[in-house]
């Protein structure tokens, strides 16, 4: 049973960092892209980043690019969500995710097979 768990979240300022982690298990993580989408109340899910099965690849929404930055440690099964100068426009749950590809080459959210739950991001101005 594929499992992921995201954690880091928390409330901060404008201009403060955060680094969010997912924990994956239950299935070989090397084989898949990963990703990180958000959602805030009463908005559509919508896509952050995603890296490549082996890091060597990586994408971002336009509105994140230069700020946060995704890797993975394929050895401890676990990907980071780096995210610096937050926004309070970046307030939103951030949810972990499995690609059906190995690539970055797909980004929709129905590109994405399991879900964490999500953790939230609250940036206060």
């Known amino acids: 049973q594929v499992q992921l768990e995201e954690s880091g979240g928390g409330l901060v300022p404008a201009g403060a960092s955060l680094t969010l982690s997912c924990k994956v298990s239950g299935h070989t993580f090397t084989r898949y892209a990963m990703g990180w989408f958000r959602q805030d109340l009463g908005k559509e899910r919508t896509f952050v980043a995603a890296i490549a099965w082996n890091g060597g690849f990586r994408r971002y929404t336009d509105s994140v690019n230069g700020r946060f930055t995704i890797s993975r440690d394929n050895a401890k099964n676990v990907v980071y969500l780096q995210m610096n100068n937050l926004k309070p426009e970046d307030t939103a749950t951030y949810f972990c995710?499995?690609?059906?590809?190995?690539?970055?080459?797909?980004?929709?959210?129905?590109?994405?097979?399991?879900w964490g739950q999500g953790t939230q991001v609250t940036v206060s101005s």
């Open positions: 995710a499995r690609s059906i590809y190995s690539g970055t080459e797909f980004w929709a959210a129905s590109d994405f097979d399991h």
